[in-house]
């Protein structure tokens, strides 16, 4: 049995590179749109589980990008003076607020970075944002020369990097979130402070935050709050991160229309090509099957050596297809990020291997779907007729 299966891949070569490659592809585009999305959902489940604030205030601006405000407040040149934000420290409806003072964008090549990164200064006794991100650190409280940076930048806890004339120990280093925080390296904020004093003479650096970001008590309506604050605040922006990640989640809901359309499309495509492949490999087989069929071989036993062929055909097409699948993976998803807001979370090892098993198992019961009516067709014929075709 496993030699004929052999025999009939090795031996029947055009056939087998042809099936071969629809399989391929359709293993190739199922897992390539399945891993990216699932870079993108639980990128959004993960932002909304560890983004600790409710509302995030910031210099009024015409544009907001949604997601850089989720995680680095929208990092801009603009400040606010800390006096017109007194009125913060006697709202009752807030539980917690914090700082962040936007130092400035690194270009790559500048200094010892290489990558562009913005440097952003936090308050660390109250932050409530960096800390729940951290994923290694050898710190308990930032020195003035110790830096943590985001996922995208390719350093390691315990190298040296030179920012602005100044060399800082990188201690900390964060989670990677498919967001701008990826390509942020925070430090103190009286630290960021003297940097933009130092190096792009701003006055009054020390009365100045770039953002607020607010905790807000149980209970409050927190849309209400933002709708009043814009109001009575013309000079300030105010974000909730349920509007934020609405808009998100509206991007990623747009984008899963049209991978469901890709899906279904190629699917239907694909039904239909192994349909034609495996009609057309049966007929030319009818002499063959009725000369197995002549020889004592059992409907039944056929039925296993196609059903082998196909599944060492969608194997190793498959897993050939879905590595190179894996390999245009990032560079996809740095695309997206070119062209969307959404953040990206990395996947790990078993939700590949998950997502190229499923691609292989729908390629597998596609392929099956696609040859049982042409194989019916041809073993509903007696043995003589199949045999005498053989002859004829």
């Not at 604050?229 to 049209?258: D, R």
């Not at 807001?341 to 691609?359: H, Q, T």
């Amino acid at each position: 049995m496993i030699k004929l299966v052999l025999s009939n891949i090795f031996r029947k070569k055009k056939d087998t590179i042809l099936t071969g490659t629809i399989l391929g592809i359709a293993v190739f585009t199922l897992v390539l749109i399945g891993c990216t999305y699932y870079q993108v959902h639980e990128g959004i489940k993960l932002t909304n589980d560890r983004l600790g604030a409710d509302v995030i205030i910031l210099p009024r601006t015409d544009k907001i990008d949604y997601s850089s405000a989720l995680y680095t407040a929208e990092p801009s040149e603009e400040y606010i003076y800390l006096s017109n934000l007194e009125f913060l420290h006697g709202d009752y409806k807030i539980e917690d607020k914090t700082y962040q003072f936007f130092t400035h964008t690194i270009k790559a090549g500048c200094c010892t970075v290489t990558e562009e990164a913005r440097v952003v200064g936090f308050d660390q006794a109250t932050d409530f944002i960096i800390k729940p991100w951290l994923e290694m650190q050898e710190f308990d409280i930032l020195a003035d020369d110790e830096i943590i940076i985001g996922g995208d930048i390719t350093s390691v806890i315990g190298q040296r990097m030179s920012i602005l004339g100044k060399t800082y120990k990188i201690v900390g280093t964060l989670y990677f979130t498919g967001s701008g925080l990826d390509q942020s390296i925070f430090m103190d904020i009286e630290e960021a402070r003297r940097l933009t004093e130092n190096s792009f003479f701003q006055n009054d650096v020390d009365k100045k935050v770039s953002s607020v970001l607010l905790r807000m008590k149980e209970g409050v309506n927190i849309d209400d709050y933002v709708q009043n604050f814009n109001m009575n605040n013309p000079e300030l922006t105010a974000i909730s991160k349920s509007e934020a990640l609405s808009y998100v989640k509206n991007q990623l809901l747009g984008w899963g229309q049209i991978v469901g359309i890709l899906i279904v499309a190629m699917s239907i495509i694909l039904i239909i090509a192994l349909f034609n492949r495996y009609t057309a490999i049966i007929q030319n087989r009818k002499r063959e099957l009725g000369y197995l069929i002549s020889l004592g071989m059992s409907r039944k036993e056929i039925c296993i050596s196609i059903v082998g062929e196909i599944s060492i055909l969608v194997i190793l097409y498959g897993g050939i297809a879905g590595g190179t699948a894996l390999l245009c993976i990032k560079p996809l998803v740095n695309r997206l990020k070119d062209f969307f807001d959404f953040p990206i979370s990395v996947i790990g090892i078993n939700e590949y291997i998950f997502a190229l098993s499923l691609g292989i198992g729908f390629a597998f019961v596609v392929s099956i779907m696609a040859c049982i009516l042409p194989l019916i067709r041809i073993l509903k014929q007696d043995p003589q007729e199949l045999f005498s075709i053989y002859n004829g």
